[in-house]
Structure formats: structure tokens, C-alpha cells
């Protein structure tokens, strides 16, 4: 583990790591599979991240998260550490540069996403390289008992086996007692190696505030108002809420944008940036934002409508005051979001 803290301190400027950490990696190191089930904000990027500075071949990262593989991508980069990502967005030339990197061991991490596996050429590709391990996050997609169940992930333990991953880490924020039990039994990971931290976050300031369909908007209105400004997030259900909510905050004086999946992709990214480089932008969205998203100042998250279960609130306001500094989150309970 002094190497270990050594690399965290050189390439992330971390003085030690978090007690979650050190048991993860330190089995890693030791060549073991593990599972990381932190809290949103826990730190479960640098348990694949650090490792795989001490590994000879290629740490594989499978994400359904775009916006998480390309912040992470740009951060590392900026460490001098090289990766990678395979998506549709690249052009041939930087689809061949990518797998010149790989072949040549020049890369360290390749961030994809589960389904890039469906194509045999890639999968055939895979096979001449060296997996040192196979990162696997939300992993808790793989579970039918998980809250966000994806077919492609079942394909992901025979992507272990096929490839000779030496070892596999499954990450996750939110799973139950069941879903652990799952992805342990999937990937092979002795129980002494699922590593669970505590989901307490001291510094949450947490609101419940009945409101009734009517008034909620000028409620959240005028809680904005009552409180500094600064960096915000709103949750809604539907994409016409994150529009009609984001055009209000704006009539309100605030600035504010909203962000869906019925978007131009040019469109989001540009909010995304507008709200990383900010320290009072609000961003109203739906629940895809905030995913993956490396943003240590964010003051405040309000849920305008009922998050869809617990799972998904404790995700969402764990975007929160991941610098550990006091944030507030209130949830607007109006019975109209009930089916």
C-alpha cells in the first residue's frame, strides 16, 4: 500500500486514501477480483484509476456513461496518465489511433461501453491484448433485482472470461444486500473482497416539503431566492418539465438551462460544460445528468418532482458536496407524481 499511496499522492494529489479504497486496491494488487459499492462521490473511479499504473497490460473500463468516459479521459489527461474511449462520436482516424495505442501498451485505461461488445471485430481485437483488469461500472445493471437492469451487462462475465481478464472490479452506488450477493456470484469475488462503505453523508442538509402540483414552482422559486446563489441542480421526470422549469428560473433571474436526452448532443455538452465551469449555473434535467459528472461544488440539489425510488435519491443528492463542505437538498413531495 506505500506504492499505492505513493501514485495517489504523485498523480492525483491525494495524501492517503479513504480506509474503502485501500481495501480495494489492495486486493486488486494482490491480483484478487473485488466489488466497491460507495456512496455517489465515494471515490470508486481511483480504485481502477491508481491500479492501473502498476499493472503492465490494459485496464479495461466498461461505462454506460459517456459524459463520465470523457471527463474522466480529459482528467487523466491532464495527469499525464494516457487513455482512451471507443464510441460512436470518433472518426475513423481516431478510431485508429486508439487501437494503435492499444496494440502498441502505449494506452493504460480503455473506457467503452457495454454494448461495444455486440461487435465481433472489437471483441476479436480484445483477444490480442493484455487485460490486467476489467472495470465494471454500475455494475448493479447486471442484477434483475438491480434498479436499473441492462441486458448487455449478462454478456460481461463471459467478456471477463473470453478476454483472460487477470481480474475484475465491479463498482456500484446503489445496490442491495440481493444485488451484491449477484454480482459477487457473477464475477467470482470472495466475500472478504466486496468492500461496502458507509452511504452517511454529514454534510447533507436534507428537506422533505409537501407541495401540491399547483404551487411547487413557485416554492422552488422561492427557496432559490431565500438562499445564495450557486451551483444547482434540479431534477424533473419529463422532458417538457426540464423546459417549462428552466424557461421559469430564467424569468426568475437565475441562470438556468435545461438538459434532456431529446437534445442535440452539441447542445448538452455545451450545457455541461457552462455548468462544470461555473459556480452558480443551475441545470434542470432529467435524471441522465449528473451521471458520471466530476463536479466537487455543487451547493444544491432539489428534486422538482418524486425521484422514480430510494435508490435514485440517495444518487442524485449524493451529487451534492462531494468537496465535503455542508449542501442542501430538498424533495418537493406532491402526491400528483404518484402512480
Not at 54 to 63: A, D, K, N, R, Y
Not at 267 to 295: C, N, P, W, Y
Not at 312 to 326: C, K, S, V
Request: include cysteine.
Amino acid at each position: 500500500m506505500s506504492e499505492a499511496n505513493a501514485l495517489a499522492l504523485e498523480h492525483f494529489g491525494f495524501k492517503s486514501l479513504r480506509p474503502g479504497q485501500k481495501r480495494v486496491i489492495d486486493a486488486l494488487m494482490q491480483g484478487h477480483s473485488a466489488a466497491a459499492i460507495f456512496p455517489t462521490g465515494g471515490g470508486k473511479s481511483l480504485c481502477y484509476q491508481l491500479p492501473a499504473l502498476t499493472f503492465e497490460g490494459l485496464t479495461l473500463v466498461v461505462s454506460p456513461l459517456l459524459a463520465l468516459m470523457k471527463d474522466q479521459i480529459d482528467a487523466l489527461g491532464a495527469r499525464d496518465i494516457r487513455a482512451h474511449r471507443l464510441d460512436s462520436t470518433l472518426s475513423l482516424n481516431e478510431y485508429r489511433e486508439v487501437m494503435s495505442d492499444l496494440r502498441s501498451g502505449r494506452a493504460r485505461i480503455l473506457y467503452v461501453a457495454p454494448e461495444r461488445f455486440n461487435n465481433e471485430g472489437f471483441r476479436a481485437s480484445l483477444n490480442a491484448l493484455n487485460i490486467s483488469l476489467l472495470a465494471i461500472d454500475e455494475a448493479h445493471c447486471i442484477s434483475e433485482w438491480g434498479h436499473n437492469f441492462r441486458p448487455d451487462y449478462l454478456k460481461l462475465a463471459d467478456i471477463a472470461k473470453e478476454t483472460k481478464a487477470k481480474r475484475v472490479l465491479a463498482l456500484t452506488a446503489t445496490a442491495t444486500p440481493q444485488v451484491v450477493d449477484d454480482i459477487a456470484k457473477t464475477f467470482n469475488i470472495e466475500s472478504k473482497h466486496v468492500v461496502r462503505t458507509s452511504f452517511y453523508r454529514s454534510n447533507l442538509e436534507l428537506h422533505l416539503t409537501p407541495a401540491s402540483k399547483e404551487t411547487r414552482l413557485d416554492l422552488l422559486i422561492e427557496r432559490l431566492q431565500s438562499r445564495p446563489k450557486a451551483s444547482t441542480l434540479v431534477y424533473v421526470t419529463l422532458q417538457k418539465n426540464a423546459e417549462f422549469v428552466a424557461l421559469a428560473l430564467q424569468d426568475a433571474g437565475f441562470s438556468a438551462s435545461a438538459y434532456h436526452a431529446g437534445m442535440k448532443p452539441e447542445e448538452r455538452a455545451r450545457i455541461q460544460d457552462a455548468f462544470l465551469s461555473s459556480a452558480d449555473h443551475m441545470v434542470v434535467a432529467t435524471i441522465a445528468f449528473g451521471m458520471g459528472i466530476d463536479k466537487s461544488d455543487i451547493r444544491q440539489v432539489f428534486h422538482f418532482n418524486l425521484p422514480k425510488s430510494l435508490e435514485n435519491l440517495a444518487q442524485e443528492i449524493g451529487r451534492a458536496g462531494r468537496d465535503g463542505l455542508p449542501a442542501y437538498c430538498e424533495t418537493l413531495i406532491c402526491q400528483d407524481d404518484l402512480t
